[in-house]
């Protein structure tokens, strides 16, 4: 990858911050490789790196161990914490070596500058890395490159980190339950989500590498989440290598992804009461990691009071889906006890992904732990 980084390629498209190396995949898309970090960009917001960055990035910046810390920021271009936590790491350590060689990859910068997660035109950055439902989208030729750039380096670890709408704590996110990946994901937080779908995403993909973890760090433009990504990253950066004994039992709070909840594409909904398919709870999304009762209340049915959500397995061990929600006199109530994640009030965040997840606890083996 030194190579790759250093070398420029004469397309008269000489750029204005440092060496670097433009490459078109064959279907079209392009990624820019720096071989530093330039200083101007500590200081530019996400929805203004367009104007210095016109592509997808990947930045690699030594450090005093050779194999590499992956990032990946801005998959999702309203998700800005993942950036602005880049930059509060990389002036702590202005002037001085970093603990390990860190690789930065910066996404949808298109999506950045309209603060929206992905364009019309475009096919989600965190559904399209390897092991994607959609192999010939252009964003998917991209995410192979990146993927076999980055792995040709032996990474360390693998970090992505992502916001998200409605009321949820900072948690970690895995799809493997291997030691070091709960080790890695237990720097960020003792809550732990282990998931399988959906799929083609980042952490996936480079699950199969190295240790890999996706940080969820609540709402976007938040100083203290920033500062705990940061935090995060520097320590990551610091590890010379991972625990050989187990994460304690009492460290971790293990969770599951059961079921998705979607709103079909047709169908309408709102929170405030007024009419629609679906009028949910003004505060569902204080619903997030509670320890939900069977009967609780999402919301009701309106319209014609014949529609139904959507539920989607998110794990093998839920043959039956369609058995979490129940409809019974107009009300939108839970049929089985379980745990929701990232039930939100954002219109858009349920079009573009889903309403929310519902979840149980489970052990290290993966199973589920009765009663949960």
């Known amino acids: 990858m030194e190579e790759y980084l250093v070398r420029r390629i004469d397309q008269g498209d000489t750029k204005r911050m ?10 079209g898309t392009q990624l820019s490789c720096f071989e530093d970090f330039p ?59 970093l603990p390990r060689r860190l690789l930065v990859f910066v996404g949808n910068i298109d999506a950045a500058k309209a603060d929206v997660r992905t364009l019309d035109n475009q096919t989600d950055y965190n559904r399209t890395w390897p092991g994607t439902r959609y ?46 990946y709960l080790h890695l994901a237990r720097l960020f937080s003792r809550t732990v989500v282990f998931f399988t779908r959906p799929v083609g995403v980042q952490s996936a993909a480079m699950g199969a590498i190295c240790p890999a973890v996706t940080l969820e760090c ?9 500062a705990h990504a940061a935090q995060f990253l520097d320590a990551a950066l610091s590890l ?21 909840l979607r709103v079909p594409p047709d169908a309408s909904f709102t929170y405030d009461g007024s009419d629609a398919d679906f009028r949910f709870a003004s505060n569902i999304d204080r619903l997030n990691f509670s320890e939900l009762e069977v ?4 919301g009701s049915l309106g319209g014609n009071g014949d529609r139904r959500l959507a539920v989607i397995p998110g794990a093998e061990f839920d043959a039956d889906a369609d058995s979490y929600i129940d409809y019974v006199d107009g009300e939108i109530r839970l049929a089985r006890s379980a745990i929701p994640a990232m039930l939100t009030l954002d219109p858009r965040a349920v079009r573009l992904d ?6 149980h606890r489970i052990d290290r083996s993966g199973r589920r732990i009765a009663g949960s």
């Open 354 to 359: 889903c309403l929310g997840y519902l979840m």
């Open 240 to 260: 010379d290598h991972f625990p050989h004994h187990p994460v304690p039992e009492s460290d971790l709070d293990l969770l599951q992804t059961a079921v998705i």
């Open 39 to 97: 200083h101007e960009l500590l200081d530019v917001a996400a929805c203004d790196l367009w104007r210095h960055l016109p592509e997808p990035s990947l930045f690699s910046l030594p450090g005093r161990d050779k194999r590499p810390l992956f990032v990946t920021v801005l998959l999702h271009g309203n998700e800005n914490t993942g950036w602005s936590a880049i930059q509060e790491l990389l002036r702590q350590h202005q002037g001085r070596d």
């Open 218 to 226: 609540g709402v976007p433009g938040s100083r203290s989440a920033t």
């Open 295 to 298: 009967g609780t209340r999402l």
């Open 18 to 27: 440092g060496e670097t190396i433009r490459r078109t995949s064959s279907a």
């Open 135 to 180: 192999p010939e989208a252009p964003e998917a030729a991209l995410m192979r490159r990146v993927v076999d750039l980055v792995a040709a380096e032996r990474p360390f670890a693998s970090v992505d980190i992502h916001n998200n709408t409605g009321n949820n704590p900072h948690y970690g996110c895995v799809n493997h339950l291997g030691e070091n």
